[in-house]
Protein backbone atom coordinates (compact mmCIF):
# COMPACT_ATOMS: atom_id res chain seq x y z
CA UNK A 1 0.00 0.00 0.00
CA UNK A 2 1.60 3.33 -0.60
CA UNK A 3 1.29 6.04 2.12
CA UNK A 4 0.91 9.45 1.92
CA UNK A 5 2.59 11.89 3.57
CA UNK A 6 -0.84 13.19 4.47
CA UNK A 7 -2.11 9.94 6.02
CA UNK A 8 0.33 11.44 9.18
CA UNK A 9 -1.36 14.37 9.08
CA UNK A 10 -4.74 15.55 11.43
CA UNK A 11 -7.41 17.12 9.34
CA UNK A 12 -11.09 18.89 10.36
CA UNK A 13 -13.86 19.24 8.09
CA UNK A 14 -13.58 22.61 6.13
CA UNK A 15 -16.22 23.61 8.00
CA UNK A 16 -18.26 27.34 6.54
CA UNK A 17 -17.33 28.92 3.29
CA UNK A 18 -18.18 32.35 2.84
CA UNK A 19 -21.72 33.31 1.36
CA UNK A 20 -21.65 36.67 -0.21
CA UNK A 21 -25.75 35.84 -1.06
CA UNK A 22 -25.13 37.08 -4.37
CA UNK A 23 -23.31 35.55 -7.92
CA UNK A 24 -19.63 34.89 -7.56
CA UNK A 25 -19.52 38.11 -10.10
CA UNK A 26 -21.60 40.21 -8.35
CA UNK A 27 -19.47 39.52 -5.60
CA UNK A 28 -16.02 39.92 -6.94
CA UNK A 29 -17.13 43.20 -8.81
CA UNK A 30 -18.50 44.91 -5.48
CA UNK A 31 -14.87 43.91 -3.66
CA UNK A 32 -13.24 45.79 -6.70
CA UNK A 33 -15.09 48.86 -6.74
CA UNK A 34 -14.86 48.77 -3.26
CA UNK A 35 -10.91 48.75 -3.57
CA UNK A 36 -10.82 51.31 -6.10
CA UNK A 37 -11.04 53.70 -3.48
CA UNK A 38 -8.10 52.67 -1.42
CA UNK A 39 -4.99 55.18 -1.71
CA UNK A 40 -1.42 55.50 -0.49
CA UNK A 41 -1.58 58.97 1.41
CA UNK A 42 1.44 60.67 2.93
CA UNK A 43 -0.65 63.20 5.02
CA UNK A 44 -2.37 62.09 7.72
CA UNK A 45 -4.49 63.61 10.05
CA UNK A 46 -3.68 63.26 13.91
CA UNK A 47 -7.05 61.95 14.83
CA UNK A 48 -6.60 58.60 17.21
CA UNK A 49 -7.36 55.04 15.85
CA UNK A 50 -8.61 52.70 18.62
CA UNK A 51 -6.17 50.22 19.76
CA UNK A 52 -8.49 47.52 19.30
CA UNK A 53 -8.84 48.11 16.15
CA UNK A 54 -5.24 47.88 14.99
CA UNK A 55 -5.62 44.01 16.57
CA UNK A 56 -8.58 43.24 14.14
CA UNK A 57 -6.50 44.54 11.28
CA UNK A 58 -3.32 42.69 12.04
CA UNK A 59 -5.57 39.54 13.03
CA UNK A 60 -6.75 40.19 9.47
CA UNK A 61 -3.07 39.80 8.47
CA UNK A 62 -2.73 36.72 10.30
CA UNK A 63 -5.22 34.89 8.28
CA UNK A 64 -3.06 35.11 4.86
CA UNK A 65 -1.21 31.21 3.66
CA UNK A 66 2.17 31.09 4.83
CA UNK A 67 5.23 28.07 3.62
CA UNK A 68 4.48 25.05 5.90
CA UNK A 69 2.14 27.13 7.72
CA UNK A 70 4.97 28.59 9.53
CA UNK A 71 3.31 32.03 9.60
CA UNK A 72 6.99 33.82 9.69
CA UNK A 73 5.39 36.56 10.63
CA UNK A 74 5.87 39.49 13.28
CA UNK A 75 3.80 42.91 13.66
CA UNK A 76 4.72 45.69 15.79
CA UNK A 77 2.57 48.21 16.25
CA UNK A 78 3.99 51.78 17.83
CA UNK A 79 2.23 55.29 18.93
CA UNK A 80 4.94 56.12 21.28
CA UNK A 81 5.55 59.67 20.32
CA UNK A 82 9.38 58.71 20.92
CA UNK A 83 9.33 56.34 19.01
CA UNK A 84 8.34 57.03 16.53
CA UNK A 85 10.47 60.45 16.40
CA UNK A 86 13.39 57.85 16.12
CA UNK A 87 12.01 55.96 13.69
CA UNK A 88 11.37 59.22 11.79
CA UNK A 89 15.15 60.64 12.40
CA UNK A 90 17.18 57.09 11.22
CA UNK A 91 14.32 56.68 8.23
CA UNK A 92 14.85 60.15 6.61
CA UNK A 93 18.78 59.35 6.99
CA UNK A 94 18.40 56.54 4.77
CA UNK A 95 16.08 58.71 2.82
CA UNK A 96 18.63 61.67 1.99
CA UNK A 97 20.88 58.93 1.21
CA UNK A 98 18.66 57.24 -1.29
CA UNK A 99 17.92 60.69 -2.68
CA UNK A 100 21.36 62.25 -2.71
CA UNK A 101 23.67 59.12 -4.46
CA UNK A 102 22.17 55.70 -4.23
CA UNK A 103 19.04 56.06 -6.41
CA UNK A 104 19.76 56.56 -10.16
CA UNK A 105 18.80 59.44 -12.10
CA UNK A 106 16.42 57.73 -13.72
CA UNK A 107 15.02 56.14 -10.87
CA UNK A 108 14.67 59.68 -8.88
CA UNK A 109 12.91 60.78 -12.86
CA UNK A 110 10.49 57.73 -12.40
CA UNK A 111 9.63 59.19 -9.05
CA UNK A 112 9.44 62.82 -9.62
CA UNK A 113 5.60 62.74 -10.90
CA UNK A 114 4.41 61.36 -7.34
CA UNK A 115 6.46 63.98 -5.00
CA UNK A 116 8.49 62.19 -2.69
CA UNK A 117 11.29 63.40 -1.14
CA UNK A 118 13.76 62.71 1.87
CA UNK A 119 11.26 63.98 4.55
CA UNK A 120 8.52 61.26 6.04
CA UNK A 121 6.74 63.69 8.45
CA UNK A 122 3.71 61.39 7.92
CA UNK A 123 6.24 59.11 10.74
CA UNK A 124 5.14 60.99 13.37
CA UNK A 125 1.71 62.56 12.25
CA UNK A 126 0.01 59.45 12.01
CA UNK A 127 -1.43 57.77 15.08
CA UNK A 128 0.10 54.47 14.58
CA UNK A 129 3.02 52.99 12.92
CA UNK A 130 3.14 49.06 12.15
CA UNK A 131 6.41 47.86 11.80
CA UNK A 132 6.46 44.29 9.58
CA UNK A 133 9.14 41.99 10.08
CA UNK A 134 10.09 38.75 8.32
CA UNK A 135 10.83 35.76 10.45
CA UNK A 136 14.13 33.23 9.57
CA UNK A 137 13.16 30.76 11.89
CA UNK A 138 9.83 29.69 14.22
CA UNK A 139 9.35 29.86 18.33
CA UNK A 140 10.75 26.22 18.60
CA UNK A 141 14.03 27.30 16.23
CA UNK A 142 13.08 26.02 12.99
CA UNK A 143 12.96 26.92 9.55
CA UNK A 144 10.57 29.42 8.17
CA UNK A 145 9.60 28.60 4.28
CA UNK A 146 8.87 31.17 1.89
CA UNK A 147 9.19 33.75 3.95
CA UNK A 148 9.06 36.63 1.59
CA UNK A 149 6.34 35.39 -0.29
CA UNK A 150 4.03 34.80 3.02
CA UNK A 151 4.81 37.93 5.02
CA UNK A 152 3.95 39.92 1.23
CA UNK A 153 0.51 38.29 1.32
CA UNK A 154 0.11 38.95 5.14
CA UNK A 155 0.71 42.77 4.25
CA UNK A 156 -1.62 42.67 1.13
CA UNK A 157 -4.40 41.35 3.69
CA UNK A 158 -3.57 43.73 6.29
CA UNK A 159 -4.31 46.91 3.44
CA UNK A 160 -7.21 45.42 2.59
CA UNK A 161 -8.03 45.62 6.15
CA UNK A 162 -7.16 48.98 7.13
CA UNK A 163 -9.17 50.02 3.75
CA UNK A 164 -12.53 48.17 5.24
CA UNK A 165 -11.87 49.85 8.48
CA UNK A 166 -11.90 53.46 6.64
CA UNK A 167 -8.17 54.18 7.20
CA UNK A 168 -5.53 55.02 5.26
CA UNK A 169 -2.04 53.71 4.92
CA UNK A 170 1.63 53.91 3.40
CA UNK A 171 3.67 51.41 2.39
CA UNK A 172 7.30 52.80 3.33
CA UNK A 173 10.40 50.70 2.69
CA UNK A 174 13.40 52.74 3.86
CA UNK A 175 16.79 51.00 2.86
CA UNK A 176 18.44 49.66 4.39
CA UNK A 177 16.17 49.05 7.57
CA UNK A 178 18.20 47.69 9.43
CA UNK A 179 17.43 50.60 12.20
CA UNK A 180 14.39 49.45 12.96
CA UNK A 181 15.70 45.98 14.48
CA UNK A 182 17.92 48.42 16.49
CA UNK A 183 15.11 51.02 17.49
CA UNK A 184 12.44 48.11 18.24
CA UNK A 185 15.23 45.83 19.77
CA UNK A 186 13.52 42.81 18.02
CA UNK A 187 15.59 39.37 17.71
CA UNK A 188 18.02 38.54 14.75
CA UNK A 189 16.17 36.10 13.33
CA UNK A 190 13.32 38.58 12.35
CA UNK A 191 14.00 40.75 9.92
CA UNK A 192 13.13 44.63 8.86
CA UNK A 193 10.29 44.04 6.22
CA UNK A 194 8.09 47.09 5.66
CA UNK A 195 6.91 50.30 7.79
CA UNK A 196 3.33 50.75 7.24
CA UNK A 197 1.86 54.47 8.85
CA UNK A 198 -2.06 53.90 9.46
CA UNK A 199 -4.68 56.75 10.55
CA UNK A 200 -7.28 58.90 8.87
CA UNK A 201 -6.16 61.20 6.12
CA UNK A 202 -5.65 65.19 6.70
CA UNK A 203 -8.72 66.99 5.50
CA UNK A 204 -6.54 68.84 2.84
CA UNK A 205 -4.66 65.66 1.95
CA UNK A 206 -3.37 65.01 -1.82
CA UNK A 207 -2.67 61.87 -3.84
CA UNK A 208 -0.64 62.27 -7.25
CA UNK A 209 -2.47 62.12 -10.35
CA UNK A 210 -0.29 59.39 -11.49
CA UNK A 211 -1.28 56.92 -8.59
CA UNK A 212 -4.70 56.91 -10.21
CA UNK A 213 -3.49 55.23 -13.29
CA UNK A 214 -4.17 51.74 -13.57
CA UNK A 215 -3.17 49.14 -16.39
CA UNK A 216 -5.63 47.79 -18.36
CA UNK A 217 -6.84 44.40 -17.34
CA UNK A 218 -5.80 43.27 -21.15
CA UNK A 219 -2.09 44.35 -19.88
CA UNK A 220 -2.17 42.34 -16.72
CA UNK A 221 -4.26 39.32 -17.24
CA UNK A 222 -3.93 36.41 -19.77
CA UNK A 223 -6.12 33.62 -20.15
CA UNK A 224 -3.39 30.82 -20.97
CA UNK A 225 -1.50 28.35 -18.57
CA UNK A 226 0.95 26.18 -21.35
CA UNK A 227 4.28 25.87 -21.01
CA UNK A 228 5.08 27.30 -24.66
CA UNK A 229 4.01 30.52 -23.28
CA UNK A 230 5.79 30.18 -20.28
CA UNK A 231 8.88 29.47 -22.30
CA UNK A 232 8.31 32.38 -24.81
CA UNK A 233 7.81 34.39 -21.27
CA UNK A 234 11.32 33.47 -20.34
CA UNK A 235 12.94 33.95 -23.93
CA UNK A 236 11.71 37.54 -23.90
CA UNK A 237 12.90 38.49 -20.45
CA UNK A 238 16.30 37.27 -21.19
CA UNK A 239 16.57 38.46 -25.02
CA UNK A 240 15.66 42.50 -23.78
CA UNK A 241 19.36 44.06 -22.66
CA UNK A 242 18.52 46.09 -19.53
CA UNK A 243 18.66 49.51 -19.53
CA UNK A 244 19.54 51.32 -16.36
CA UNK A 245 18.89 51.30 -13.91
CA UNK A 246 18.49 47.35 -14.78
CA UNK A 247 17.17 46.90 -10.59
CA UNK A 248 14.00 46.18 -8.77
CA UNK A 249 10.89 49.60 -8.09
CA UNK A 250 10.66 50.70 -5.12
CA UNK A 251 6.69 49.62 -5.28
CA UNK A 252 7.98 45.64 -5.10
CA UNK A 253 11.10 46.07 -2.95
CA UNK A 254 12.90 43.12 -1.83
CA UNK A 255 14.96 42.58 0.93
CA UNK A 256 17.36 39.67 0.44
CA UNK A 257 20.40 39.39 2.97
CA UNK A 258 23.63 39.45 0.24
CA UNK A 259 26.78 37.96 0.80
CA UNK A 260 29.27 40.07 -2.08
CA UNK A 261 33.02 38.63 -2.99
CA UNK A 262 35.40 39.04 -5.59
CA UNK A 263 39.27 37.71 -6.39
CA UNK A 264 40.13 41.54 -7.29
CA UNK A 265 40.54 42.62 -4.14
CA UNK A 266 38.97 45.22 -1.85
CA UNK A 267 39.99 48.26 -3.64
CA UNK A 268 38.42 47.08 -6.66
CA UNK A 269 35.80 49.49 -8.53
CA UNK A 270 33.98 46.66 -10.14
CA UNK A 271 32.96 45.70 -6.27
CA UNK A 272 32.12 48.90 -5.43
CA UNK A 273 29.74 49.31 -7.94
CA UNK A 274 28.26 45.99 -7.19
CA UNK A 275 27.78 46.68 -3.75
CA UNK A 276 26.03 49.83 -4.50
CA UNK A 277 23.60 48.29 -7.16
CA UNK A 278 22.53 45.46 -5.26
CA UNK A 279 21.81 47.31 -2.04
CA UNK A 280 18.16 47.72 -3.65
CA UNK A 281 17.72 43.97 -3.19
CA UNK A 282 18.42 44.40 0.44
CA UNK A 283 21.10 43.75 2.80
CA UNK A 284 24.84 43.85 1.67
CA UNK A 285 27.74 42.23 3.32
CA UNK A 286 30.77 42.21 1.71
CA UNK A 287 34.02 39.76 1.96
CA UNK A 288 37.29 40.37 -0.23
CA UNK A 289 40.62 39.61 -0.12
CA UNK A 290 43.17 42.37 0.44
CA UNK A 291 44.95 42.50 -2.90
CA UNK A 292 44.11 40.40 -5.89
CA UNK A 293 44.08 36.91 -6.41
CA UNK A 294 43.04 36.59 -10.16
CA UNK A 295 43.56 33.29 -11.20
CA UNK A 296 42.85 31.56 -7.60
CA UNK A 297 39.75 28.59 -9.24
CA UNK A 298 38.42 27.57 -6.34
CA UNK A 299 41.22 27.22 -4.02
CA UNK A 300 41.56 27.78 -0.25
CA UNK A 301 44.36 28.86 1.79
CA UNK A 302 42.61 28.55 4.88
CA UNK A 303 43.80 25.20 6.11
CA UNK A 304 47.46 25.88 6.03
CA UNK A 305 47.33 28.71 8.78
CA UNK A 306 44.77 31.29 10.49
CA UNK A 307 43.56 34.23 8.30
CA UNK A 308 43.91 37.83 8.93
CA UNK A 309 40.68 39.74 9.04
CA UNK A 310 39.85 43.10 9.57
CA UNK A 311 36.82 45.45 9.64
CA UNK A 312 36.42 48.02 6.71
CA UNK A 313 33.43 50.57 4.75
CA UNK A 314 32.03 50.90 1.28
CA UNK A 315 29.18 53.17 0.08
CA UNK A 316 26.21 50.43 0.36
CA UNK A 317 27.09 47.50 2.43
CA UNK A 318 25.90 47.15 5.74
CA UNK A 319 29.11 45.73 7.21
CA UNK A 320 32.85 45.26 5.42
CA UNK A 321 35.51 42.56 5.81
CA UNK A 322 38.54 42.36 4.21
CA UNK A 323 39.47 38.34 4.27
CA UNK A 324 43.72 37.64 3.78
CA UNK A 325 42.48 34.49 1.86
CA UNK A 326 41.34 33.23 -1.26
CA UNK A 327 38.18 34.62 -3.12
CA UNK A 328 36.29 31.17 -1.82
CA UNK A 329 37.89 31.76 2.10
CA UNK A 330 36.32 34.77 1.96
CA UNK A 331 32.72 33.54 1.07
CA UNK A 332 33.48 30.48 3.61
CA UNK A 333 33.74 32.84 6.11
CA UNK A 334 31.15 35.08 5.05
CA UNK A 335 28.30 32.22 4.68
CA UNK A 336 29.99 30.35 7.87
CA UNK A 337 30.97 33.36 10.49
CA UNK A 338 28.79 36.09 9.34
CA UNK A 339 25.87 34.20 8.23
CA UNK A 340 25.39 32.05 11.10
CA UNK A 341 22.71 33.69 13.23
CA UNK A 342 21.37 35.20 9.42
CA UNK A 343 21.59 33.19 6.48
CA UNK A 344 22.60 34.67 3.10
CA UNK A 345 19.82 34.78 0.47
CA UNK A 346 22.69 35.14 -2.01
CA UNK A 347 25.83 35.26 -3.17
CA UNK A 348 27.23 37.40 -5.58
CA UNK A 349 31.28 37.43 -7.11
CA UNK A 350 32.70 39.72 -9.13
CA UNK A 351 32.71 42.38 -10.95
CA UNK A 352 35.60 40.84 -12.72
CA UNK A 353 37.92 42.89 -14.51
CA UNK A 354 38.08 40.74 -17.72
CA UNK A 355 36.04 38.22 -19.20
CA UNK A 356 35.76 34.82 -17.65
CA UNK A 357 34.04 32.92 -20.14
CA UNK A 358 34.53 29.00 -21.82
CA UNK A 359 36.94 27.35 -20.60
CA UNK A 360 39.13 30.50 -18.88
CA UNK A 361 36.30 30.37 -16.14
CA UNK A 362 38.00 27.00 -14.86
CA UNK A 363 40.67 29.50 -13.76
CA UNK A 364 39.21 31.97 -12.31
CA UNK A 365 38.65 32.78 -8.87
CA UNK A 366 35.71 34.58 -9.67
CA UNK A 367 33.83 31.81 -10.56
CA UNK A 368 35.57 29.97 -7.84
CA UNK A 369 34.20 32.52 -4.91
CA UNK A 370 30.42 31.86 -6.43
CA UNK A 371 31.25 27.64 -6.86
CA UNK A 372 31.91 28.48 -2.94
CA UNK A 373 28.52 29.60 -2.93
CA UNK A 374 26.59 26.91 -4.37
CA UNK A 375 28.70 24.02 -2.08
CA UNK A 376 26.54 25.65 0.48
CA UNK A 377 23.31 25.89 -1.38
CA UNK A 378 22.94 29.58 -1.68
CA UNK A 379 22.26 30.90 -5.13
CA UNK A 380 25.00 31.98 -6.50
CA UNK A 381 26.19 34.47 -9.13
CA UNK A 382 29.42 34.93 -10.93
CA UNK A 383 30.09 38.57 -12.92
CA UNK A 384 32.65 39.47 -14.90
CA UNK A 385 33.29 42.12 -17.43
CA UNK A 386 35.55 42.93 -20.49
CA UNK A 387 38.02 46.20 -20.23
CA UNK A 388 39.86 47.66 -22.97
CA UNK A 389 43.24 47.93 -22.75
CA UNK A 390 43.84 51.53 -21.87
CA UNK A 391 40.16 52.56 -20.90
CA UNK A 392 39.20 53.79 -17.23
CA UNK A 393 36.31 50.66 -16.54
CA UNK A 394 32.87 51.26 -15.82
CA UNK A 395 30.86 48.91 -14.42
CA UNK A 396 27.88 50.58 -13.62
CA UNK A 397 25.61 49.05 -16.41
CA UNK A 398 26.85 45.64 -15.28
CA UNK A 399 26.06 45.75 -12.07
CA UNK A 400 22.46 46.73 -12.64
CA UNK A 401 22.28 44.04 -14.70
CA UNK A 402 23.45 41.73 -12.26
CA UNK A 403 21.06 43.10 -9.78
CA UNK A 404 18.25 42.45 -12.16
CA UNK A 405 19.25 39.17 -13.14
CA UNK A 406 19.83 38.26 -9.20
CA UNK A 407 16.85 39.08 -7.95
CA UNK A 408 14.74 37.28 -11.40
CA UNK A 409 16.95 34.37 -9.58
CA UNK A 410 15.74 34.91 -6.48
CA UNK A 411 12.36 34.86 -7.41
CA UNK A 412 12.11 32.17 -9.73
CA UNK A 413 13.46 30.08 -7.04
CA UNK A 414 16.37 29.05 -8.77
CA UNK A 415 18.73 26.15 -7.94
CA UNK A 416 21.09 26.76 -5.58
CA UNK A 417 23.84 23.63 -7.11
CA UNK A 418 24.87 25.28 -10.06
CA UNK A 419 26.90 28.41 -10.70
CA UNK A 420 25.61 31.41 -12.83
CA UNK A 421 28.42 32.86 -14.55
CA UNK A 422 27.95 36.14 -16.21
CA UNK A 423 29.69 38.05 -19.21
CA UNK A 424 29.33 41.23 -19.95
CA UNK A 425 31.28 42.40 -23.38
CA UNK A 426 30.89 46.12 -23.36
CA UNK A 427 30.39 48.62 -20.51
CA UNK A 428 27.00 50.28 -21.92
CA UNK A 429 23.49 49.07 -23.17
CA UNK A 430 23.63 50.99 -26.35
CA UNK A 431 26.77 49.16 -27.45
CA UNK A 432 25.40 45.38 -26.32
CA UNK A 433 23.57 43.61 -28.46
CA UNK A 434 21.41 41.06 -26.70
CA UNK A 435 21.37 38.33 -23.88
CA UNK A 436 22.35 34.84 -24.27
CA UNK A 437 22.26 31.54 -22.22
CA UNK A 438 24.89 29.84 -23.43
CA UNK A 439 26.74 26.65 -22.85
CA UNK A 440 31.02 27.05 -21.72
CA UNK A 441 32.91 26.63 -24.58
CA UNK A 442 35.64 27.78 -26.19
CA UNK A 443 39.12 29.78 -24.72
CA UNK A 444 39.96 32.97 -25.85
CA UNK A 445 43.29 33.02 -24.61
CA UNK A 446 45.77 30.21 -25.62
CA UNK A 447 49.34 30.14 -23.79
CA UNK A 448 51.51 29.06 -26.57
CA UNK A 449 55.23 28.28 -24.99
CA UNK A 450 57.63 30.71 -22.72
CA UNK A 451 60.44 32.90 -23.29
CA UNK A 452 63.46 31.80 -20.98
CA UNK A 453 65.09 34.83 -19.27
CA UNK A 454 68.30 33.99 -17.44
CA UNK A 455 68.84 36.30 -14.49
CA UNK A 456 72.27 36.35 -12.11
CA UNK A 457 70.87 34.04 -9.39
CA UNK A 458 67.84 32.74 -10.92
CA UNK A 459 66.25 31.99 -14.11
CA UNK A 460 62.39 33.14 -15.21
CA UNK A 461 59.86 31.68 -17.52
CA UNK A 462 57.73 34.01 -19.10
CA UNK A 463 54.69 33.20 -20.52
CA UNK A 464 53.90 33.75 -24.11
CA UNK A 465 50.18 33.61 -25.19
CA UNK A 466 47.55 34.86 -27.78
CA UNK A 467 43.83 35.58 -28.27
CA UNK A 468 42.27 32.75 -29.91
CA UNK A 469 39.44 33.75 -31.88
CA UNK A 470 38.60 30.43 -33.53
CA UNK A 471 36.14 29.13 -30.93
CA UNK A 472 33.09 26.56 -31.02
CA UNK A 473 29.47 27.99 -32.58
CA UNK A 474 26.81 28.85 -30.02
CA UNK A 475 29.41 28.59 -27.08
CA UNK A 476 29.25 31.21 -24.15
CA UNK A 477 32.91 32.59 -25.71
CA UNK A 478 31.84 32.68 -29.29
CA UNK A 479 28.39 34.72 -28.29
CA UNK A 480 30.59 37.18 -26.44
CA UNK A 481 32.99 37.86 -29.18
CA UNK A 482 29.66 38.94 -30.99
CA UNK A 483 29.06 41.46 -28.81
CA UNK A 484 25.96 39.46 -26.36
CA UNK A 485 26.08 39.45 -23.11
CA UNK A 486 25.82 35.58 -21.83
CA UNK A 487 24.84 33.69 -18.77
CA UNK A 488 26.19 29.95 -18.35
CA UNK A 489 24.81 27.95 -15.73
CA UNK A 490 27.53 25.73 -14.52
CA UNK A 491 27.24 22.73 -12.30
CA UNK A 492 29.18 21.53 -8.94
CA UNK A 493 29.22 17.96 -9.79
CA UNK A 494 31.95 17.63 -12.76
CA UNK A 495 31.05 14.19 -12.89
CA UNK A 496 30.84 12.75 -16.95
CA UNK A 497 28.19 10.34 -16.73
CA UNK A 498 28.63 8.51 -20.26
CA UNK A 499 32.04 7.66 -19.08
CA UNK A 500 31.45 7.06 -15.73
CA UNK A 501 28.77 4.42 -16.99
CA UNK A 502 31.70 2.67 -19.68
CA UNK A 503 34.20 2.61 -17.35
CA UNK A 504 32.07 0.26 -15.04
CA UNK A 505 31.72 -2.25 -17.24
CA UNK A 506 35.36 -2.55 -17.15
CA UNK A 507 35.45 -5.19 -14.09
CA UNK A 508 38.47 -3.33 -13.15
CA UNK A 509 40.38 -5.60 -10.37
CA UNK A 510 42.80 -5.67 -8.04
CA UNK A 511 45.47 -8.03 -8.62
CA UNK A 512 45.75 -9.81 -5.58
CA UNK A 513 44.17 -12.78 -4.10
CA UNK A 514 44.40 -11.40 -0.61
CA UNK A 515 41.87 -8.31 -0.74
CA UNK A 516 38.27 -8.62 -0.26
CA UNK A 517 35.94 -7.57 -2.69
CA UNK A 518 35.67 -3.72 -3.06
CA UNK A 519 31.99 -2.82 -1.68
CA UNK A 520 30.46 0.52 -2.32
CA UNK A 521 30.83 2.87 1.36
CA UNK A 522 27.77 3.11 3.34
Not at 216 to 243: G, R
Not at 357 to 370: C, D, F, M, Q, R
Request: net charge negative.
Amino acid sequence: MVVSPMDDADFLPLGPVFDPQCPPDEAAEAFYKRMTLRRSVRKFSSRPVAKETVEWIVKAATTAPSGANKQPWRFVAISDPNLKRKIREAAEEEEHAFYQHRAPDTWIEDLAPLGTHAEKPYLETAPWLLAVFRCSQDEEGGKTYYSQESVGIAVGFLLCAAHHAGLCTLTHTPSPMKFLQTILQRPPTEKAYMLIPLGYPAEDCLVPKLAMQRKPLSQVLHFHSTLLLLLLFFAAWFSSVPQEPATTTPDAHPHYRILVANDDGIQSPGLAALTQALQSLGDVVVCAPPQNRSGSSHSSTMYSAPMAIQKSQLPGATEVWVVDGSPSDCVTFGLLHLGAEQPFDLVVSGINRGHNAGYIAEYSGTVGAAMEGAMYGVVSVAVSQRVSPGNTPNYQFAANFTARLAHRLLLEKAPADVVYSVNIPFDRAEETKNVVIAPMGGAYLQVTGFEILPGEQQTFARTLARYNQDVPAGSDTAWLQSGCITITPLRLDWTDQTMLKRMQGWNLQLDTSTKESAHPPK
